[in-house]
């Protein structure tokens, strides 16, 4: 496993903006699958954004348009810059990881047990 270590959660109104960081002591964002997951109470964990080795990215509808997916592979830093924020935006955000990386679609509809390595997640409150 790799340890992945998120940053960059808070509260901000609706409306606002966050950045999310997710940094690693390896290199893996060059060969790796990566993605953002959330999980709201109560509800089940879902993919929310993710990005495969090549730069390609998949993003769920909720979030299209108003989500960006970016790493760094010099940094060994995954991003998820949030713009237009609503109240159903919160939840705990959570980065993961996946070595058999086939493409950012089916890496963001995987479960818990799909991605071999998650973070510890950082949390999101929008206020409206």
């Known amino acids: 496993q790799v340890q992945l270590v998120e940053s960059g959660g808070g509260s901000v109104q609706a409306g606002g903006s966050l950045r999310l960081s997710c940094g690693t002591s390896?290199?893996?964002?060059?060969?790796?699958?990566v993605g953002w997951f959330r999980q709201a109470p109560g509800k089940e964990r879902e993919g929310v954004a993710a990005?495969?080795?090549?730069?390609?990215?998949a993003y769920a509808d909720s979030v299209k348009g108003r989500f960006t997916i970016s790493k760094d592979n010099a940094k060994n830093t995954l991003y998820l810059q949030m713009n237009s924020l609503k109240p159903e935006d919160t939840a705990m955000y959570y980065c993961?990881?996946?070595?058999?990386?086939?493409?950012?679609?089916?890496?963001?509809?995987?479960?818990?047990?799909?991605?071999?390595?998650w973070g510890k997640g950082t949390l999101v409150t929008i206020s409206s």
């Open positions: 390896f290199y893996i964002y060059s060969s790796y699958c």
């Open positions: 990005i495969d080795s090549a730069g390609l990215t």
């Open positions: 993961a990881a996946v070595s058999a990386c086939i493409s950012a679609i089916q890496t963001l509809g995987f479960n818990y047990y799909g991605m071999d390595s």
